[in-house]
Nanobody, 123 residues
Framework: QARLVESGGGLVQAGGSLRLSCAAS???????????MGWYRQCPGKQRELVAQ???????NYADSVKGRFTISRDNVKNMVYLQMNSLKPEDTAVYYC??????????????WGQGTQVTVSS
């Protein structure tokens, strides 16, 4: 088993920036490999949506609504993924979730989710 822990959310004014971080760690067993990692977000009453993804070779994919403003990156040594969010808009307000496909030395590989971190952008 593994777990993901996000940090870096908070309250920011429109036009500001925030950087989210997500750390992956093994609970029962060690992390052998991490596949695609990503960030999703969910607003109250809406479905969770993809914000950005990054593969093991750092190919990236972004939602149209964040292209040119958000940048996803990863550190394969530290087992971390980051989301740099610039030019934030009130419509970016949501709970942001980290996601990763993790292979451990324990139970079989699967998708993992973090607990979420709140991002609030005031107008």
């Amino acid at each position: 088993q593994a777990r993901l822990v996000e940090s870096g959310g908070g309250l920011v004014q429109a036009g500001g920036s925030l950087r989210l971080s997500c750390a992956a760690s093994g609970t029962s067993g060690s992390i052998y490999r991490i596949g695609t990692m990503g960030w999703y977000r969910q607003c109250p009453g809406k479905q969770r949506e993809l914000v950005a993804q990054i593969t093991t070779i750092s190919s990236t994919n972004y939602a149209d609504s964040v292209k040119g403003r958000f940048t996803i990156s990863r550190d394969n040594v530290k087992n971390m993924v980051y989301l740099q969010m610039n030019s934030l808009k009130p419509e970016d307000t949501a709970v942001y979730y980290c996601n990763a496909y993790i292979i451990t030395t324990g139970p079989g590989p699967r998708d993992y989710w973090g607990q979420g971190t709140q991002v609030t952008v005031s107008s």
